[in-house]
């Protein structure tokens, strides 16, 4: 008996299993991203059937801020293959961290009202800040910013910039919309009538759903939400005079890892598929040229020519300062 042939059997089966065992794809992103109900799971099936060697294995954080704060704590520990989540003003800062790599994904896919160039970064959706209200409530609302700032009779409802991405967003707003001078009187008298700055956008968004407030700090995607889910269509993204600003989340590759799962999955994001997933689930606007349903369509279309205020030259240590801004307002 050749006592040879059980031992390279052995070998044979092992070393197959090894080729078949999927590698593991570790996704760092916020909660509502891998929720069962939003895009996560739907981009985590397709991308898993069409790469079977690949096993996607979401790290959920319950906001954009506590995700990128976990990010910067982890630093060049960071146990994550891709980030995937954090907005285009948190860049400038996550560069900073030198943990990333660029990608491999052709960037002439890209689609946006902006041009992107980032070849670490990548988009995978977009929309613009916006307020959202019940036409049927609010019959009168506001047509700009400062409208919205300085009338008492309504109540409004935002996010924290600290903590929340579109928080962080109103910020950015009020500073390029109000000269220097006049930014702290605008937050004092806004903070008259706001409800409530929450944490995050979940909070503020369920507040006002129950009647709580008039105008919630969202995007201008929010009402094809209830179009598509609830076929209700009351609610209206305000279009402010001044424009408005431009939210772009993206997704980096962790450098280092070695997983080449992590380039299949960007290019991925970039699919038909997953973009129709996440333009649907996580309702953002997609990022390349694809018809996915006609009111996303619609505002893919108009957003091209929607006034788009111009905050590409501001820096993290603006941002903190603004928030320090903020904060010092609120508290008077």
Avoid at 48 to 57: D, M, T, V
Avoid at 242 to 260: D, H, M, P, T
Avoid at 303 to 320: C, G, N
């Amino acid at each position: 008996m050749n006592k040879t042939l059980p031992i390279l059997t052995a070998l044979f089966t092992a070393s197959a299993f090894a080729q078949a065992a999927p590698q593991t794809l570790d996704v760092y992103t916020y909660d509502s991203f891998s929720a069962d109900w939003s895009a996560g799971p739907k981009v985590k099936a397709a991308f898993e059937q069409q790469f079977p060697q690949c096993k996607l294995n979401y790290v959920a954080f319950d906001n954009n801020g506590t995700l990128f704060n976990r990010v910067r704590l982890e630093g060049k520990k960071i146990k994550a293959d891709v980030v995937l989540g954090l907005d285009s003003y948190q860049i400038e800062d996550a560069q900073k961290l030198n943990i990333f790599e660029p990608n491999k994904v052709d960037l002439s896919q890209l689609r946006l009202p902006i041009k992107w160039e980032n070849h670490t970064f990548l988009p995978f959706d977009y929309a613009q800040y916006a307020f959202i209200y019940d036409k049927n409530k609010l019959t009168n609302p506001p047509k700009s910013l400062k409208e919205l700032v300085e009338r008492q009779d309504l109540k409004v409802l935002y996010q924290d910039p600290r903590t929340s991405s579109i928080g962080r967003g109103l910020l950015l707003w009020m500073n390029v919309v109000y000269p220097e001078a006049d930014v702290a009187n605008a937050w004092k008298t806004l903070s008259k009538h706001t409800v409530t700055v929450t944490k995050g956008w979940t909070e503020s968004y369920g507040a006002f759903l129950k009647g709580e407030g008039d105008l919630v700090l969202s995007v201008n995607t929010s009402p094809i939400y209830h179009i598509l889910s609830e076929q209700k269509d009351n609610y209206v993204a305000t279009e402010f005079a001044e424009g408005s600003v431009l939210q772009v989340e993206v997704a980096a590759k962790v450098a280092n890892r070695n997983n080449a799962c992590a380039d299949e999955f960007l290019g991925f994001l970039l699919s038909p598929q997953a973009q129709a997933d996440i333009a649907k689930n996580n309702v953002m606007l997609p990022v390349v040229e694809t018809n996915i349903e006609s009111h996303i369509d619609a505002l893919n279309s108009r957003a091209k020519s929607m006034r788009i205020l111009d905050t590409t030259t501001v820096t993290s240590e603006q941002l903190k300062g603004w928030i320090n801004q903020w904060q010092k307002a609120l508290s008077k």
